[in-house]
């Protein structure tokens, strides 16, 4: 819980980095000393040494500061590497996810004090739900995974339910290699190949009434 002291508001000097990436850390230390419900736009712009109208210019409210958080991370997540032809989709998918918890190690408190807060907020909640489902989407097809029709949904769905499952243990991962994120995420990953709506992750070149 975020102490008197630590909440108090202080002006920065400008920091290095786009305006954007300048607001997001802002927005992230903020987070870390106010708590995500108490962030405010006056206030990031303070951090980031920004006017407020230049701050609302790059992210207009805190619904988008937090859509704005999760691109970065898919920016992180998906455009590094290349995928070895002899992995398998499932490979594939624990490698991207592990890069995922990997980018939010980077800011690992600020990130957990930004799900933490959120979850106790329904309407930013509903914003950043819709948009994982756009995180979701992209890392399966990374992973050489077919996202299209009925049998698409549920894959999205299931690596949902994966990426819950392996999330609750990163947020209590106390290990330097995040080793008990990576067996929760190889746990979540085994029981999703049983599920007959997974298809087991099954990529692109199989044929949907097989997958089925």
């Given at each position: 819980?975020?102490?008197?002291?630590?909440?108090?508001?202080?002006?920065?000097?400008?920091?290095?980095?786009?305006?954007?990436?300048?607001?997001?850390?802002?927005?992230?230390?903020?987070?870390?000393?106010?708590?995500?419900?108490?962030?405010?736009?006056?206030?990031?712009?303070?951090r980031?040494?920004?006017?407020?109208g230049?701050?609302?210019?790059?992210?207009?409210?805190?619904?988008?500061?937090?859509?704005?958080?999760?691109?970065?991370i898919?920016?992180?997540?998906?455009?590094?590497?290349?995928?070895?032809?002899?992995?398998?989709?499932?490979?594939?998918?624990?490698?991207?996810?592990?890069?995922?918890?990997?980018?939010?190690?980077e800011?690992?408190?600020?990130a957990?004090?930004?799900?933490?807060?959120?979850?106790?907020?329904p309407?930013?909640?509903?914003?950043?739900?819709?948009?994982?489902?756009?995180?979701?989407?992209?890392?399966?097809?990374?992973?050489?995974?077919?996202?299209?029709?009925?049998?698409?949904?549920?894959?999205?769905?299931g690596?949902?339910?994966?990426?819950?499952?392996?999330?609750?243990?990163?947020?209590?991962?106390?290990?330097?290699?995040?080793?008990?994120?990576?067996?929760?995420l190889?746990?979540?990953?085994?029981?999703?190949?049983?599920?007959?709506?997974?298809?087991?992750?099954?990529?692109?070149?199989?044929?949907?009434?097989?997958?089925?």
């Amino acid at each position: 819980m975020a102490t008197k002291k630590s909440a108090k508001k202080t002006a920065k000097k400008e920091k290095a980095g786009t305006p954007l990436e300048r607001v997001i850390d802002a927005a992230l230390d903020e987070a870390l000393a106010s708590g995500w419900r108490q962030v405010s736009m006056e206030a990031v712009a303070s951090r980031a040494g920004m006017s407020l109208g230049d701050v609302l210019l790059e992210v207009p409210n805190k619904a988008k500061l937090l859509v704005k958080f999760i691109d970065q991370i898919d920016e992180r997540t998906i455009r590094p590497g290349k995928a070895a032809p002899e992995e398998s989709s499932r490979d594939r998918l624990f490698e991207i996810l592990m890069r995922r918890f990997d980018a939010m190690n980077e800011r690992r408190e600020e990130a957990k004090a930004v799900i933490s807060g959120v979850a106790r907020d329904p309407a930013t909640a509903f914003v950043g739900l819709c948009r994982l489902k756009k995180s979701f989407v992209m890392m399966l097809e990374a992973a050489g995974v077919n996202t299209s029709g009925p049998i698409g949904c549920l894959r999205v769905a299931g690596l949902k339910a994966v990426a819950a499952a392996a999330l609750r243990a990163w947020m209590t991962d106390d290990s330097t290699d995040l080793s008990k994120t990576m067996a929760a995420l190889d746990r979540a990953l085994d029981r999703a190949e049983k599920l007959a709506g997974m298809a087991r992750w099954r990529g692109r070149k199989a044929e949907e009434p097989e997958a089925a």
